[in-house]
T-cell receptor
């Protein structure tokens, strides 16, 4: 069964450093998302991406964040200058319009620890 | 604004039935999803409702009442592996994809012998 993959599974970085989180969405999906989950808290939407542009973003997704689809398979989230409060699990998700449900399928996540 | 409420935790016995409730007040509505999340893992899709009524999928069923802003997830013949967090999520955009999910805090279900 096709699945979303993410690398790395765990990233440790120093405050102020740049990180890039990578995702490979399900191959025939057209819509891509990033969510984050701070330990013990709920899953929060960051950004959605369609047709090579951002379709929606949350207040969390400020100028320090960017997304890119550099080729036909990868979808990346970049945090330019990490802060302690960016420590969280970051989930990538993808969806299509099959059957009209547009279900979002999540990758296994990248645990980001900012020291 | 978006507000989604679920009980924080529930306990049930192996083999029993459990119902996890979710109420929501959102600025828009285009479907309600239930996901299962084991600790440290990704949310896994369980069910979807966009029209009122019951959707059944094996041991799992989900119900929606749009007029009441209410949904529940019903788990039958509980197994130990069903111990997990169950997340209620509302999609608030129009049909066509690219629409964010707003999640509740999740209900931690513990299945005991």
């Amino acid at each position: 069964e096709p699945e979303v993959t993410q690398t790395p599974s765990h990233q440790v970085t120093q405050m102020g450093q740049e990180v890039i989180l990578r995702c490979v969405p399900i191959s025939n999906h057209l819509y891509f998302y990033w969510y984050r989950q701070i330990l013990g808290q709920k899953v929060e939407f960051l950004v959605s991406f369609y047709n090579n542009e951002i379709s929606e973003k949350s207040e969390i997704f400020d100028d320090q964040f960017s997304v890119e689809r550099p080729d036909g398979s990868n979808f990346t989230l970049k945090i330019r200058s990490t802060k302690l409060e960016d420590s969280a699990m970051y989930f990538c998700a993808s969806s299509d319009l099959a059957g009209g449900t547009d279900t979002q399928y999540f990758g296994p996540g990248t645990r980001l620890t900012v020291l | 604004g978006q507000n989604i409420d679920q009980p924080t935790e529930m306990t049930a016995t192996e083999g029993a039935i459990v119902q996890i409730n979710c109420t929501y007040q959102t600025s828009g509505f285009n479907g309600l999803f239930w996901y299962q999340q084991h600790a440290g893992e990704a949310p896994t899709f369980l069910s979807y409702n966009v029209l009122d009524g019951l959707e059944e999928k094996g041991r799992f069923s989900s119900f929606l009442s749009r007029s009441k802003g209410y949904s529940y997830l019903l788990l039958k013949e509980l197994q130990m592996k069903d111990s997990a967090s169950y997340l209620c999520a509302v999609r608030d955009g129009v049909t066509g994809g690219g629409n964010k999910l707003t999640f509740g805090t999740g209900t931690q279900l513990k299945v005991e012998l």
